[in-house]
């Protein structure tokens, strides 16, 4: 791993369970810390991290620390953000009940000193037990438009990148409240933009339409952790460096936010796929590989966090059960009736649980019947997709990956790949091999084969030329 290069990771919503247990983790292992758990001591480690764990077993395994060389460490890196919540981070953390006592004894008092940004705010756009709390919030000639929205993030992120001296990509990534979907529709960049700078524009655009279009003009990519309709071909066309070119004629959209930059940036999305739903498709991956015909999957799962609170909302809610129903669409199982129900348990705080019974047709359409129970801190399974899509992202600008590489190599962190991933084989495994097949050729191993080919006569000079075309595409 590269040990002095430091990656930026922007949370939109730091405050929150998800922010605050990674700033915590990241704070841990950088510090080696250890700390008392019912079981016995433990110590720091980044389990859950692909970018951060070395290969494991004869046949290596999933882990990539070691095996690509230029992979950031998140020990190193620096980590900020917005909220709408003006709570120190510490106490935040506290409040969370995710982590140990005695680890959150040991890193409170840092974190209580890390600034948070003032966040963009739009109360149509979360539910209403979200408004009350809401106390640290973008105001004044900054909140007077759409532009100075704007315009304000991008300023956000540079003086925060100035400040913390950060020498590697800033990724941005919405970890905030999930948002209802925006009714707002644009077919390209330029309608996005211009609609951005007209200050009497009434348009539905969200706060984290903003974010995404902020991060991309700063040369920063964009992750779409939360369910909301952030991502669509416009915003897509916007983080494409062919766009976002120095020279753009003055009369063009894009001329009205210079200075920006022609970075190579990526927009990644959407929701993470941490818990219930990446173990239902390896589930249902399972059952396809033994022949089965999933027929009905009905799971429940209930938590009590932030998150939750927020869906109880309806206009919220559609956006959450848009991704968890359609979780298996490229798959096309036309006769899978798939039910999914959440409920908010206060008392359980961020400890989710879930349940699911999967039925599908075996053998002479005879039935088989299976059922899984989970029990972890929601945020314990989420950190670790911030920390590597952040990672990953680094590691793609510094070989330039394309943007469509880099959303299929990053299909597995999401429970609806979007963007230039969309319509990604769901499928766990399938998502693996992408990943390693887009490493290989930015690593440039994928040429160290076609070269072992040449050098042993099993491909003549005509053919590794014809390969290593095919393999630029």
Known sequence: MVQGVTAGILVVGIGGNNGVTLLAGQIANRDKLSWETGPGRVTANWFGCLTQIPPRGVHGGVGFQGRYDGLASADNAVIGGWDIRSTKLGQALYDCRVLEPDLVRQVREEMDGYEIMPGIWDPSFIGESQHETALNVVSGDDDSSTRCRLERIRRDIRMWKEKNNVDGHITVIWSASVERPSEAEYESADELLEAIYDDSNTDDISPSILYAAAAALEGCSFVNGGSQNTLSAAMTSLFEQSYRQPDAPSTSALSKFAPYSSCRAYCLGTDFKAGQTKFKTAAVEYLRALGLSPRVIASSNHLGNNDMLNLTQKKTLKAKMRVKSDIFGPWQEDDLDHKVSVMYTPYIGDEKRDYV????????????????????????????????????????????????????????????????????????????KELEKVLQKASGKEDDVIAMGLSKGIISEEQAKALRALSAM
């Open 357 to 432: 019974e999967y039925t599908s047709f075996g053998f002479l359409s005879s039935p088989h019947t299976m059922v899984t129970y989970t029990r972890c801190m929601d945020s314990i399974l989420c950190v670790p997709l911030m920390v590597d899509a952040a990672i990953w992202c680094d590691y793609f600008v510094n070989h330039n990956v394309s943007p469509t590489d880099a959303a299929r190599a990053t299909a597995y962190l999401f429970k609806v790949p979007e963007g230039d991933s969309k319509g990604a084989d769901p499928g766990f495994f399938y998502q693996m």
